[in-house]
T-cell receptor, first 114, second 114 residues
Framework: QKEVEQNSGPLSVPEGAIASLNCTYSDRGSQSFFWYRQYSGKSPELIMSIYSNGDKEDGRFTAQLNKASQYVSLLIRDSQPSDSATYLCAVPTAGGTSYGKLTFGQGTILTVHP | EAGVAQSPRYKIIEKRQSVAFWCNPISGHATLYWYQQILGQGPKLLIQFQNNGVVDDSQLPKDRFSAERLKGVDSTLKIQPAKLEDSAVYLC????????????FGNGTRLTVT
């Protein structure tokens, strides 16, 4: 079983809709979870981090964490064409000493069409 | 603050040739990482430096890959000899001095091995 799994998509949603991206992880000891956005040909950039169960909201983005079920999700409300990108879920690698040593999922490609 | 600098942006070589990539992290960032991102996959950690020492190189194919960070600032990643499967984007990243410092990626070097 992969440590971090995502549906690779592509996920296509119309402009203005809610995009829902999901991620499951295998290490029950994971305490921190990150969502990175990567535009085509660009490097990943951190958009959300979540550390405790429940929801964390930042503008149009909401991260949801359920440790019992070992999944974390990212909701994008009022999706815009500019949100079209690959979204990467990441957790600190087991035994790692910092948030820089991350294990990434394979990413979900999101396309928002006008 | 200036971001993580990498060069070159693109490199095309033939298999069995050698290649080197250069990275200069964000000023003051003690921890530097090299990640490999194969097309369609998430980034995978190759090596982590803390100042000029290696913290983790367990995922580095040491028969062909080498990396150094001699003065604790910039770093070089080398591949010799290259194989077709080394075609990927090589991302350098850095973090600040605390456990929860976020990861900042450079723009990456896209390597094509023919």
């Amino acid at each position: 079983q992969k440590e971090v799994e995502q549906n690779s998509g592509p996920l296509s949603v119309p402009e203005g809709a809610i995009a829902s991206l999901n991620c499951t992880y295998s290490d029950r000891g994971s305490q921190s979870f990150f969502w990175y956005r990567q535009y085509s040909g660009k490097s990943p950039e951190l958009i959300m981090s979540i550390y405790s169960n429940g929801d964390k909201e930042d503008g149009r983005f909401t991260a949801q964490l359920n440790k019992a079920s070992q999944y974390v999700s990212l909701l994008i409300r009022d999706s815009q064409p500019s949100d079209s990108a690959t979204y990467l879920c990441a957790v600190p690698t087991a035994g790692g000493t910092s948030y820089g040593k991350l294990t990434f999922g394979q990413g979900t490609i999101l396309t928002v069409h006008p | 603050e200036a971001g993580v600098a990498q060069s070159p942006r693109y490199k095309i070589i033939e298999k069995r040739q050698s290649v080197a990539f250069w990275c200069n992290p964000i000023s003051g960032h003690a921890t530097l990482y090299w990640y490999q991102q194969i097309l369609g996959q998430g980034p995978k950690l190759l090596i982590q430096f803390q100042n000029n020492g290696v913290v983790d190189d367990s995922q580095l194919p040491k028969d062909r890959f080498s990396a150094e960070r001699l003065k604790g600032v910039d770093s070089t990643l080398k591949i010799q000899p290259a194989k077709l499967e080394d075609s990927a984007v090589y991302l350098c990243a850095s973090t600040g001095g605390t456990y929860n410092s976020p990861l900042h990626f450079g723009n990456g070097t896209r390597l094509t091995v023919t």
